[in-house]
T-cell receptor, first 111, second 114 residues
Framework: QKEVEQDPGPLSVPEGAIVSLNCTYSNSAFQYFMWYRQYSRKGPELLMYTYSSGNKEDGRFTAQVDKSSKYISLFIRDSQPSDSATYLCAMMTDSWGKFQFGAGTQVVVTP | NAGVTQTPKFQVLKTGQSMTLQCAQDMNHEYMSWYRQDPGMGLRLIHYSVGAGITDQGEVPNGYNVSRSTTEDFPLRLLSAAPSQTSVYFC?????????????FGDGTRLSIL
């Protein structure tokens, strides 16, 4: 069983809808949680970075972390076709900076 | 803003050939790492370095070597290429291994082994 599970999608939504993405994990030592966006043939780009449980908002993006349930989410409001990409969750313990990534969810926003 | 630069962007090799994937960063980051990305597998750590002269193995190190002679550069060497090493390779860097800052990625090298 993978340490981090993420539905690969694809997730197709109409423009303007809310995109809801999530990851589950098994290692309770994870404390830092990230979401990356990856366009085709490009490297992952950091979107959100949170520590421990709670919510963080940045423009149209909201990241939620529920450590008790080992569950993290990313919400994209007012989705745009330019949001079409693969979204990767990532998490880290506090030792030596090792990251564990989810496999990524492909999102398609249709005009 | 160069950030993390990877070369080449594409490469085709024959089985048994060797090659070096280059990675350079201009952010004075201490921590650098190499990942491979395969469909359905996500990003898997190959090797990482917490500073010049210090490297260590990640999750899938077999068939790969690294060295870190300078802060800026972190090359990845394939010793004898195998078809199973066909993948997209990403280099990433972070401020250091202690401040728990996220990693920044290059745009990858797409490697095909025939």
């Amino acid at each position: 069983q993978k340490e981090v599970e993420q539905d690969p999608g694809p997730l197709s939504v109409p423009e303007g809808a809310i995109v809801s993405l999530n990851c589950t994990y098994s290692n309770s030592a994870f404390q830092y949680f990230m979401w990356y966006r990856q366009y085709s043939r490009k490297g992952p780009e950091l979107l959100m970075y949170t520590y421990s449980s709670g919510n963080k908002e940045d423009g149209r993006f909201t990241a939620q972390v529920d450590k008790s349930s080992k569950y993290i989410s990313l919400f994209i409001r007012d989705s745009q076709p330019s949001d079409s990409a693969t979204y990767l969750c990532a998490m880290m313990t506090d030792s030596w900076g090792k990251f564990q990534f989810g496999a990524g969810t492909q999102v398609v926003v249709t005009p | 803003n160069a950030g993390v630069t990877q070369t080449p962007k594409f490469q085709v090799l024959k089985t048994g050939q060797s090659m070096t994937l280059q990675c350079a960063q201009d952010m004075n980051h201490e921590y650098m790492s190499w990942y491979r990305q395969d469909p359905g597998m996500g990003l898997r750590l190959i090797h990482y370095s917490v500073g010049a002269g210090i490297t260590d193995q990640g999750e899938v190190p077999n068939g790969y070597n690294v060295s870190r002679s300078t802060t800026e550069d972190f090359p990845l060497r394939l010793l004898s290429a195998a078809p199973s090493q066909t993948s997209v390779y990403f280099c990433a860097s972070s401020v250091d291994a202690y401040s728990n800052q996220p990693q920044h990625f290059g745009d990858g090298t797409r490697l095909s082994i025939l």
